[in-house]
């Protein structure tokens, strides 16, 4: 059974940091792409980050720059460092994984405060 479990989001000012995990369960964690997903007030799920298991990444252009996705193949867990905060990252974010289906995990709401 494949689990995603976020953590360490918050209500930070603008130009703050948060670093957010993921953990995950159930999968073959060093062969898996994981990403980001983020989904504002009022609006659809967008992708925000991913990275393959061969460390390539990908973003979204709003966030290059000041996101940073990594992964710890050892603890299972990828992580998200949320630089340079905006109150536009405002979100719930989820991480995601795909095993013949989609993952999801619960989310972890971010609140940036201008």
């Known amino acids: 059974q494949v689990q995603l479990v976020e953590s360490g989001g918050g209500l930070v000012q603008a130009g703050g940091s948060l670093r957010l995990s993921c953990a995950a369960s159930?999968?073959?964690?060093?062969?898996?792409?994981m990403g980001w997903y983020r989904q504002a007030p009022g609006k659809q799920r967008e992708f925000v980050a991913r990275?393959?298991?061969?460390?390539?990444?990908n973003y979204i252009d709003s966030v290059k720059g000041r996101f940073t996705i990594s992964r710890d193949n050892a603890k299972n867990t990828v992580y998200l460092q949320i630089d340079n905060l905006k109150p536009e990252d405002t979100a719930v974010y989820s991480c995601h994984t795909r095993r013949l289906r989609d993952y999801w995990g619960q989310g972890t709401q971010v609140t940036v405060s201008s």
């Open positions: 159930g999968i073959i964690f060093s062969s898996a792409s």
């Open positions: 990275i393959l298991s061969d460390g390539t990444r």
